[in-house]
C-alpha cells in the first residue's frame, strides 16, 4: 500500500454520518480532512469534534477542492443523486450510502458518470462485511449446506428514526421504506443464493399501523423466486422492540441459522450467534469478531481505501447497489398492485 493517507472529504454530518467520521479517523490508511454540513448548527458540531478539517455548509465548495481522493455521501435518500453526480463530475472517487439512488435512470446515471471519470463508485451495503453474515457466504461457497434453496432473512425492530427535518417520514424524499431496511436484505438473499441463480419474480405485501399515512408500511414481506428453483423470503417489521435480525438458509444437505440482537442497530454489545447442520450434528460456528453495522462500516472504510490505494475489489459495486434498488422498486410495485412483479436480467421491472 502507498504510504500517503487516502483523503476523505464527507457529506452529511447527520446520525449515520457521523458514524462514517468516526469510522474514518478510526482506519490508519484514512485521514477525514473536510466536512459539509447542511445547517449551521451541523457545520459547529462538525468543527468542534473534528478541528483539522475543513468545514463548510456548501457541499459544492467541498466536492471542488483539489485535495480530495475520495467523497463519502450520507444525506438523506433523495439527495443522493444530485450530491454524488457532483462529486463524480469534480473527479473524486465516491462511498455512497445506500440506497444508492431513488430511481434506476438515476442509478444508471451514475454508473455511466463513474465509468466515463474513471472513479470507484462504492454503495454502503455494509452488511456483506460482516463477520457473521460473511460467515453464512462462505459456509454456502464452500458447499457446507449442498445447494440452497431457500434463505429468510427477518428483521424485528423498533420504528425508524425521521431523520433530519422529519425527511424519513416524508414519502418523496425516502422513496419508500423498502429502500430503508429491506435493501440490505434484498442484497444479502441475492448474495446467499448466487449459486441457485438469478431473481426473476418478486411478490410482496405491506401494512401500516397509521390507516392516515398508508405509504408508511411498518410491515413488510417479499418472497423472491430464483431462477433455478430456490426462492428467498424477506420480511420486517418496525412495529416492534430493540433490534433483532435472522437470517436461516437451507440447502439439499443441511441449515444454517445466524441470529443477531441488540438494543439497537447501533450498538457496540450485541448478542449474535451462527449454528450450523451438516445433515448430521448441529454445531456452534465460532465468529472470529464482534458483528454490528458499526464494526462493518469500519471495515467498509479500510475496504475503500484498499481499493484505492491497492486495487482491490469493493465489496459491493454500483452494479449490485443498483440492483438492490430495482429490487425495493419491483417489491414496491407488487405492494401496490398485489401482483407479482418480473425481474429481467437488465432489471427493468415488468408485472408477471
Ligand atoms: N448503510 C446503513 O446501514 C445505513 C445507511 N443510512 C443511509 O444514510 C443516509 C443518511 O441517513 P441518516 O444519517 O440516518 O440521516 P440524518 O437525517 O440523520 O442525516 C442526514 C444529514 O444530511 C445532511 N444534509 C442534508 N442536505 C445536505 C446538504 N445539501 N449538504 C450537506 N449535508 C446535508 C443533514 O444536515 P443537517 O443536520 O445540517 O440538516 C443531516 O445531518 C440515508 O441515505 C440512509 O438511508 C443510514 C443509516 C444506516
Ligand atoms: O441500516 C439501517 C438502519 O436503520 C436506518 C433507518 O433507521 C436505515 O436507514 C439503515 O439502512
Not at 457532483?86 to 463513474?114: F, G, Q, T, Y
Amino acid at each position: 500500500m502507498t504510504q500517503s493517507k487516502v483523503k476523505f472529504g464527507l457529506i452529511g454530518f447527520g446520525a449515520w454520518g457521523q458514524h462514517h467520521a468516526d469510522a474514518i479517523t478510526k482506519c490508519k490508511g484514512a485521514e477525514l480532512a473536510a466536512i459539509a454540513a447542511r445547517s449551521e448548527s451541523s457545520a459547529a458540531r462538525a468543527r468542534e469534534t473534528y478541528p483539522d478539517a475543513f468545514v463548510t455548509t456548501d457541499y459544492r465548495e467541498l466536492a471542488t477542492r483539489d485535495d480530495l481522493d475520495v467523497v463519502d455521501v450520507v444525506v438523506p435518500s433523495d439527495l443522493h443523486h444530485e450530491i454524488a453526480t457532483c462529486v463524480l463530475e469534480n473527479d473524486k472517487h465516491l462511498l455512497l450510502e445506500k440506497p444508492m439512488c431513488v430511481s434506476l435512470a438515476d442509478c444508471d446515471h451514475l454508473i455511466r458518470l463513474a465509468a466515463q471519470q474513471d472513479r470507484l463508485l462504492c454503495v454502503g451495503h455494509e452488511l456483506r462485511l460482516s463477520s457473521m453474515w460473511g460467515k453464512v457466504k462462505q459456509m454456502i461457497e464452500d458447499d457446507f449446506i449442498g445447494m440452497p434453496q431457500y434463505c429468510l432473512v427477518e428483521l424485528s425492530r423498533n420504528p425508524y428514526r425521521q431523520g433530519a427535518d422529519g425527511w424519513r417520514y416524508d414519502i418523496d424524499r425516502v422513496g419508500n421504506w423498502i429502500l430503508e431496511e429491506p435493501i440490505h436484505f434484498f442484497d444479502l438473499a441475492k448474495w446467499y443464493l448466487q449459486r441457485s441463480g438469478t431473481p426473476e419474480t418478486v411478490y410482496a405485501t405491506a401494512n401500516s399501523r397509521q390507516p392516515e399515512r398508508p405509504e408508511l408500511q411498518d410491515n413488510f414481506s417479499a418472497i423472491v423466486h430464483f431462477s433455478g428453483g430456490a426462492y428467498a423470503v424477506v420480511s420486517q417489521t418496525l412495529s416492534a422492540f430493540e433490534h433483532h435480525q435472522t437470517v436461516k438458509v437451507t440447502g439439499t444437505k443441511g441449515a444454517l441459522w445466524a441470529s443477531w440482537s441488540g438494543a439497537m442497530d447501533r450498538t457496540r454489545h450485541p448478542t449474535f450467534s451462527l449454528r450450523a447442520f451438516d445433515g448430521n450434528e448441529v454445531t456452534t460456528v465460532p465468529i472470529d469478531k464482534p458483528t454490528g453495522e458499526l464494526f462493518e462500516l469500519e471495515d467498509q472504510v479500510e475496504r475503500v481505501v484498499e481499493a484505492i490505494a491497492d486495487g482491490r475489489p469493493l465489496h459491493c459495486t454500483a452494479q449490485d447497489g443498483r440492483w438492490s434498488v430495482a429490487m425495493c422498486l419491483a417489491a414496491s410495485e407488487s405492494v401496490a398492485k398485489g401482483k407479482k412483479i418480473k425481474i429481467d436480467p437488465a432489471c427493468s421491472l415488468h408485472e408477471s
